[in-house]
């Protein structure tokens, strides 16, 4: 098990002798040079800064902290233009982040994730605002502004945060407000495709002994599809009030509001797949590309002129078109409190939140159109309790309670298949965590942390699948010219009485194996109405923990060494045969190493890294084990992956001026087994995985499917080398100066659909960045010229084939350019 780790292990090691040992006398004379400052005053920080974290929910030094973390500071955030979660990943190589419709945004840590978009299955990657962890992929957006840092922990956290998650968590902090200052900052960009953002916050003192600050943000741009989808209207504001009656006493309460309108992006059309045969049949899928550009969108008139040409046997004519309207219209609330008391014993926390999220939101992609109406809420409490025991041990207890209540109902209309879906779900969640750290010696510490978590989860729902045939769906192939598509209709009653008006019927029965006298029909058109009841309840339990090593050889160099499991509820599906999954797994094994060097002037990070991944969770279109299946957005365990692999992190300022920093991730990360089944309807899957035919048993019998193998492949989202490279440079300009920036981020080629087809894998790029700022010396004033993606490459991100036989895909922003001015008072 542990080869894998001792082999990346020792790279480390030879590395970290050959770039640190020859330092560490040298360090170890600088830390015990005398200080130079005058007396009374403090040292000045030579070199790089340090940066505050609290990932241990405690505050420490980044580079103390002997876990993998990625701290992204609010210069990085404006840089890269980081409006939503998903603009992350353009910053912190580990982490691949994809927004999906509404509000939904997908994360993925080291190929560990999954894609959930829905409201009945959890996220894998733990996403805290305020210390609050948010439930829903949906509610992540409208909070990246007036921030004091971006946290993006790599492996699994099964201790302290949030709740459990296996691939990592991402903290977003606000700045908070400060006793006795009058302060404030606004910034203003503009840029191509309309695009305005604004920011500002202020922060003012009430009295000696309470202070509050406001803030709020505004994101308005158009579309970067033809068709109009992918604009972007968002405005949030966030408010403060902190409070310090004394010393050991303080209270802060924050409020936030954030609406989202503008529409999801509805994709491109990439190609075509058709079957071919040949004079013994069946002789494989031909891809066809579309040639389409990556911009031109689904609703776009030569988009809808292929479209409308494809011929759907199911439906058994052409005519399809995508005339949606995609809209968002979100609203995204909360209100959170935070107490601190300390005592000589220890220091307690306490911190209860609610937030609220109301959804309203349609959008097209592989659909002609999908719609959902969701209401949200959530309430937590936290409360820990921090101490000593003498001057070696370091302790945290606590304890956490989480219960989120939803109710929604949606529809997907795909042509030929139209599911209405009216559900509630709710989950209940507690957990007691502690976490001990022992000082051995004045360099050697040890940690034991440990989580016991009990998950309820509940659903209750409907789901009525409406699927149109032109009379026998098996050949020889029936025709259909006049048979409606399925229509744009809100409810399932004006759904059929679309079709009863024409005479067409809709029946639980599919009409052609009953005979005639019954009302069966080898020809005739029929509306297929299949309904999937989910009346279920799951519970968890599981107990995760972590023990970790870490050795100082100096105050700015140690090793550290840890082993932590991760643990990741099941939930549930609209899905016949598959209604639910069972719970995830992850053991992580890692060894990693935290440098600073030459007068502090380099810091140099190494972490080697193994996760073994058991009962791993994957969420996907696909199809059900109804008789016959449907086409559902479902989740299912799919087996166990290895994931191995280095991360290096190295930053040098070789003047005051000049800052140039490198981020290299190797990853090696591979299905150890991998295994799902689709229906068996005559033709193959159309997949680059092994398969065969076989027989499953479900509540409406037995069924015929394929099983699909695709064991021994790359884990999705899991490029192979991921690297950032940025440089900074200052040049005075007498009460001035300039400020010269530019970077670039390479990621090697990809998968993310469960098919491993060689036309969607994502194509290894550079994507690169540049921008020049003119500022005063103190910083209070500042403009800048910035262009990011300059080589407009739109990395690939995956596909979905629709119900013509055109896949469906999306693509990364193209470039883009612009100015931003702002303030600091």
Request: aromatic share 12%.
């Amino acid at each position: 098990m542990v080869n894998g780790l001792l082999g990346h292990a020792s790279w480390t090691a030879l590395a970290l002798v050959a770039l640190a040992s020859p330092s560490l006398a040298q360090a170890q004379e600088e830390e015990n040079a005398p200080d130079t400052a005058e007396e009374g005053q403090p040292p000045q920080q030579k070199g790089l800064g340090d940066i505050i974290v609290t990932a241990q929910r405690v505050e420490q030094l980044s580079q103390r902290a002997p876990l993998p973390i990625d701290v992204i500071q609010p210069e990085e955030l404006a840089q890269q233009n980081v409006l939503r979660a998903e603009d992350l990943s353009r910053i912190t190589p580990a982490l691949a982040a994809t927004g999906g419709a509404g509000g939904t945004t997908v994360f993925f840590v080291r190929g560990v994730g999954n894609t959930t978009v829905n409201a009945y299955s959890d996220p894998a990657i733990s996403f805290n605002y305020d210390g609050v962890y948010i439930g829903r992929p949906s509610s992540t957006s409208g909070v990246f502004y007036d921030l004091e840092r971006v946290e993006v922990l790599k492996g699994p956290q099964g201790t302290l945060y949030g709740r459990n998650a296996t691939a990592g968590a991402i903290n977003v902090i606000p700045t908070r407000p400060k006793l006795g200052e009058v302060s404030g900052r606004f910034m203003f960009g503009y840029g191509n495709y309309d695009w305005l953002t604004g920011e500002a916050a202020v922060n003012l003192p009430i009295g000696e002994k309470v202070a509050m600050r406001a803030s709020g943000s505004v994101a308005r741009r158009d579309a970067f599809l033809t068709d109009g989808t992918g604009n972007q209207r968002e405005h949030a504001g966030r408010f403060q009030i902190y409070a310090e009656p004394n010393p050991d006493l303080t209270l802060r309460i924050g409020a936030d509001y954030a609406h989202q309108g503008g529409a999801s992006a509805s994709g491109f059309y990439l190609g075509a797949v058709d079957p071919t045969f040949g004079p013994t049949g069946f002789a494989g899928y031909n891809f066809t590309p579309t040639g389409f550009p990556r911009t031109q969108g689904l609703i776009d008139p030569a988009s809808n002129a292929l479209l409308s040409q494809r011929f759907i046997g199911q439906l058994g004519r052409t005519g399809a078109v995508v005339d949606s309207s995609p809209f968002n219209d979100n609203d995204y609330w909360g209100i959170t409190g935070e107490l601190t008391y300390s005592t000589d014993l220890g220091t307690l926390t306490v911190q209860p939140a609610y937030r609220e999220a109301s959804l309203e939101y349609a959008f097209a992609g592989a659909f002609r159109r999908g719609y959902t109406k969701e209401e949200d809420s959530q309430t937590s409490l936290e409360i820990r309790w921090a101490g000593m025991l003498g001057d070696s041990i370091d302790y945290q207890i606590g304890g956490m309670y989480f219960d989120e209540d939803i109710s929604a109902n949606a529809h997907y209309n795909q042509q030929s298949l139209v599911p209405y879906q009216e559900f509630s779900t709710g989950t209940e969640s507690w957990a007691g965590f502690s976490m001990v750290t022992f000082h051995v010696t004045g360099q050697l510490s040890l940690t034991a942390a440990g989580r016991y978590t009990s998950d309820k989860k509940s659903f209750d729902g409907t789901s009525n699948v409406y699927i149109l045939f032109c009379g026998n769906p098996a050949p020889p192939q029936d025709f259909c010219p006049d048979l409606p598509f399925a229509p744009l209709l809100d409810t399932e009653e004006a759904f059929q009485d679309f079709y009863t008006s024409r005479g067409i019927p809709v029946t639980p029965v599919p009409l052609f194996v009953l005979p005639p006298q019954a009302g069966g029909s080898q020809t005739a058109p029929f509306v297929l109405r299949s309904p999937i009841v989910i009346d279920s309840a799951l519970k968890n339990d599981k107990f995760t923990y972590r023990l970790a090593a870490q050795y100082e050889f100096t105050p700015r160099n140690m090793v550290y060494a840890s082993f932590e499991t991760g643990y990741h509820a099941g939930g549930f599906s609209f899905a016949r045969g598959v209604e639910t999954y069972e719970p995830e797994t992850i053991r992580a094994y890692t060894l990693g190493s935290k440098n600073r060097l030459f007068e502090n002037r380099v810091q140099l990070n190494v972490e080697a890294f193994l996760w073994k991944y058991r009962n791993q969770q994957f969420s996907q279109f696909g199809y059900d084990l109804g008789n016959p299946p449907s086409t559902v957005f479902l989740t299912r365990n799919i087996g166990n992956s290895t994931i191995k692999g280095v991360d290096i992190d190295l930053e040098v300022m070789p003047t005051e001026t000049t800052q140039l920093s490198a981020n290299v991730q190797y990853l090696d990360a591979r299905y150890d087994s991998f295994v799902y089944y689709a229906p068996n309807q005559g033709l193959p899957p159309n997949t680059a995985c092994s398969y065969s035919p076989t027989t499953q048993t479900t509540p409406g019998g037995t069924i015929n499917v394929f099983a699909i193998d695709c064991s021994g492949n790359r884990s999705f989202n899991s490029p192979k080398w991921s690297l950032n490279l940025n440089a900074r440079q200052e040049i005075p300009l007498g009460t001035h100066k300039a400020v010269l920036q530019g970077g670039t981020r390479y990621r090697s080629s990809s998968y993310s659909t469960a098919d491993y087809l060689p036309y969607l894998k994502s194509r290894g790029n550079f994507v690169s960045y540049a921008s020049i700022t003119l500022t005063d010396a103190d910083e209070s004033k500042f403009v800048t010229l910035y262009v990011n993606n300059i080589e407009d490459n739109q990395r690939l991100l995956g596909g979905t084939t629709n119900p013509a036989g055109l896949i469906v895909s999306n693509a990364e922003q193209p470039r883009t350019y612009g100015v931003r001015i702002g303030s600091n008072f």
